[in-house]
């Protein structure tokens, strides 16, 4: 048996479910790995999203900062193609994992198609994820360090056909209820309300720093042992979430452009119980050399990998697939 890689003690426990964390890729899995906690009920996630949606936005502040964020996502799901490179770094306990990866995309609606590859290391243990949409289905493929490989798949026709019986505006924009950029930011969205943007700068570029929290009462729906400390005066606190649970994100937006240059997830880590403290990032994701609209060669989504060791997850995808907040 392939021992677990000492330094990812936990992604054994992956949640494959979905809430929020479902739609994050490489980029913030690890996040999500070190904060497994369990896969509550289908009903959970309509009652956290009609949550997320009375509170997202409320006030004058809050909606330019819902703006700004929407605003960035449709970009990037409307542009002809996409091309860009990320570079992250992730906190998990005491040990940092740093890694790089790459993101393309063409066509619009139903042509759409992307790939995600990325890759996170430490010492001589790494992680790495490529995720592709090839207009039939949607691949994901997954391997950490020696272990086995998973390798999983969705059929994109029934995905779209679940987006018609929702009534989603537009059912053949799938990406975001896939993978890849889309999805993660999309649900970065999803599970944290943009309250505020403020000005600021990324190595002498002028961005919006755009700021968002999950509400008290979506945390106490998805982790019940939290709803009497929502009830409390302070109410849930950073050092109440699991070890690698956000309790808050900045992304930072260009602002002559509006495309995401900088995402910083922020929290308390360590082993719980921990003292209230400060909150710092526990992962950061940019994105740099971004090109909208250039040339994309379309062979990069061509995806026929070995059938061995395939999973069709599309049942268990279809089942949980719910709207995204306006």
């Known amino acids: 048996m392939t021992s677990r890689p000492h330094c990812l003690p936990r992604l ?10 479902q739609g994050f890729t490489v980029c913030a899995v ?5 904060a497994a906690i369990g ?43 996409v091309s860009l490179r990320v570079r992250q770094r992730v906190r998990i306990g005491d040990r940092t994992l740093v890694g790089a990866g790459r993101y393309l995309q063409a066509g619009r609606g139903e042509e759409q ?54 009534k989603i505006p537009d059912p053949h924009e799938t990406a975001p209820y896939l993978g890849g950029l889309q999805r993660f930011l999309w649900w970065t969205r ?19 720093i755009v700021t968002g929290r999950t509400p008290p009462g979506v945390l106490a729906l998805v982790m019940p042992e939290l709803a009497e400390a929502a009830k409390k005066p302070d109410g849930i606190r950073p050092e109440s979430l699991p070890d690698g649970w956000p309790w808050e994100v900045r992304l930072a937006v260009d602002r002559s452009d509006l495309l995401p240059r900088r995402l910083e997830y922020l929290g308390i880590p360590g082993a719980r119980p921990v003292a209230a403290g400060e909150i ?27 059938t061995e060791g395939l999973i069709d997850i599309t049942d268990h995808h279809v089942k949980l697939l719910a709207p995204l907040r306006p």
């Open 39 to 81: 896969k509550p009920p289908a009903s959970v996630y309509g009652r956290a999203a009609a949550a997320l949606e009375g509170a997202a936005g409320q006030g004058d502040a809050g909606a330019q900062a819902e703006r700004i964020v929407a605003s960035s996502l449709a970009i990037l799901s409307q542009a002809e193609t």
């Open 280 to 306: 710092v990032p526990i992962a950061v994701i940019e994105f740099v050399e971004i090109e909208l609209d250039g040339p994309v060669d379309s062979a990069a989504f061509f995806y026929q990998p070995a």
């Open 12 to 21: 054994s426990l992956l949640p494959r479910g979905g809430h929020f964390l």
């Open 190 to 208: 999803q599970w944290f309300w943009f309250k505020e943007a403020v000005p600021g700068e990324i190595e002498g570029i002028p961005v919006w």
């Open 113 to 166: 198609r992307f790939r995600f590859e990325t890759t996170l290391t430490c010492d001589t243990e790494s992680f790495e994820t490529t995720e592709v949409s090839d207009g039939l289905f949607f691949w994901s493929h997954r391997r950490i360090s020696d272990a086995p490989p998973e390798l999983q798949r969705i059929d994109i026709q029934r995905v779209r056909s679940r987006l018609e019986e929702l």
């Open 30 to 34: 690890v996040v999500a790995a070190a």
